[in-house]
């Protein structure tokens, strides 16, 4: 296995915009590093738990694809655009506090992200399991992953305090084009 182009291709895939990383930089934007951390911790522990299904469910897989990718092209589609709509309508105030931000909708947002769950059947079967099939490679993949996607949201919580004031500043431009980049999401799962 090329670990050089493994990491890469995990890092490029985790780091670059998808749904979960604009509603981070949205929640850290809107109710502070806390919260969008707790959303990151939720995600990367969902995010694991995908990656190990798809690890040692990998046959099951294989034979279900075009089920699950129908089922996760339609969810993960109503999913963004509802996601894009609570951007765009975003109320801060300490009541919609406690609803957004969450380890909980971190945690299941993950099962709804087409991007994730392409990403967590893809990568195990793509460039560990050609070369590996020791349960503990697989693990240490499984963490591995794990690790750089946490790092990934991570940068995203740090990406939305250090322009958190500029993006307050132009809340409603920054949430109106964060939806946008959901909507562009959703339509590029159909066309893709």
Known sequence: MDITSFLLYCFIITATPGPTNVVILSTTQNYGIKKGLHFSYGSAIAFFILLALSAF???LFSTLVPKVLLIMQ??????????????VKMDISSDATNKV???KSGFFMQFLNPKVVLFTMTV?????LPYYESFFAIFVSVFAIT???LIAFLLWVLFGAIFKQFLQQHKKVVNAFM????IYAAIMIWIE
């Open 101 to 103: 931000g969450n380890f």
């Open 57 to 59: 469910l990998n046959s």
């Open 179 to 182: 939806a946008c980049c959901l």
């Open 124 to 128: 195990i079967p793509s460039f560990v």
């Open 74 to 87: 339609i969810l993960g589609t109503a999913y963004m655009l509802y996601l894009a709509y609570q951007i």
């Open 147 to 149: 690790l750089i996607v």
